[in-house]
């Protein structure tokens, strides 16, 4: 990279930070927790959020932005269940930036309780742009292969969960989930990890269940501050 | 995108554009044939290659250059079927540019026919940065969707090629190997389209055959220019 691109690259960093950090503070105080799904195409983030909606709705009011290059497919894909979700195409950029979820923001209905936000397919550029999440999953479907880890390290290092997808296809792959999980752990020994198929119906559960408690955790250490 | 970044951007894929001509001129010079592997990470680029090389080596003298953010795992795949490979690891950027392959230019052994590139595992950016390429295949393995093409355009509508991956999987996806070469075919109608399987062996010859026939037509349209 030239000093030129540097110098830009750094600008654009440091104000998406800021951004981020604006829509955390504000989304923490209305008690809405905050999950930013990151992962190559077609590893599941969308299949996946269906299973979650299913789970959550209407008990635990939910809203989700998705992330696209191009097409309004996965936002229509989570409109169909019943829940508010806004597609923000970006045209060509391989990323989402804090300043896109930022002007949503006034849209959020008032009882919302969790946003989950499906980051462009891309399990490297999202990686370094912090969206004002709490959490964030990294997706890895069982046939991307059980090398991705260490390959896309910052993916694995940034995230505070994983969540291996598509696991009913273990049975016809090379694919060795221990393995993967190990390659991750080492990368980043905070990971939470969880096993699912949405196809099957696998871990969803436990995965709602993570993300319920974690937004109790949130609401507790605010009273504690 | 600012202004600045823009400017920036403009004068990286200017002179990005610059080495890459210059790199497809000295290698068709010598008769090589460049071909450029783009797809997510895990749709199976180095495996497929790894079938490539065991039907053209050692009869079709061939190159391997990987790129990959970190490790080394791929090239030594290739290196294992006694192929000249040389990896190229980004250190986190996140697509190939031309400069990176014309510094090993001169690594290559002169009986060489085939140089491939398999490039980082990324279906966004890499589609920007030709690297001198005579053709760019963008694969697409079924566990990823059959709404891809669409929803990550700019890869599908550059390439010369389409091969599906995987394809022994489809029993047991909700894929559509129709619909999804249609999808491509309305981006890009020019599109040669292979249905490959790395695993059970489907698609490799014909695959093998096009690239032959494809340094076929380079040679000969030389002599006739």
Redesign the interface.
């Known amino acids: 990279?030239?000093k030129?691109?540097l110098i830009?690259r750094e600008?654009?960093l440091g104000s998406n930070k800021k951004v981020a950090a604006e829509i955390r503070e504000k989304l923490e105080a209305a008690g809405v927790l905050v999950v930013n799904l990151l992962s190559?195409?077609?590893s599941g983030k969308t299949t996946l959020l269906e299973r979650i909606v299913e789970t959550l709705h209407p008990t635990h009011p939910l809203a989700v932005i998705e992330g696209?290059?191009?097409?309004e497919?996965d936002a229509d894909r989570i409109r169909r269940k019943g829940v508010p979700a806004w597609q923000i195409t970006t045209g060509?950029?391989?990323h989402l930036e804090a300043k896109m979820v930022g002007k949503l923001l006034p849209e959020i209905p008032a009882e919302t309780k969790f946003l989950f936000i499906e980051n462009?397919?891309?399990?490297?550029?999202p990686a370094g742009y912090d969206l004002g999440e709490n959490i964030r999953c990294v997706l890895l479907?069982a046939?991307?292969?059980d090398?991705?880890p260490?390959?896309?390290?910052?993916a694995f290092a940034s995230a505070d969960c994983l969540i291996f997808t598509?696991s009913?296809?273990i049975p016809?792959?090379p694919f060795d989930l221990e393995k993967a999980g190990n390659e991750a752990l080492d990368l980043n020994p905070r990971l939470r990890i969880f096993v699912t198929s949405a196809l099957k119906g696998r871990g969803i559960a436990e995965l709602a269940r993570y993300f319920i408690e974690s937004r109790v955790n949130m609401i507790q250490h605010q009273r504690h501050a």
Not at 68 to 71: A, K, L, Y
Not at 120 to 125: D, I, T
């Open positions: 990279m030239s030129k691109e830009v600008e654009i190559s195409p077609g696209d290059i191009e097409t497919r060509g950029a391989c462009v397919g891309n399990l490297v550029c479907s046939p991307e292969g090398d991705k260490k390959k896309y390290p910052k598509k009913d296809l016809y792959l």
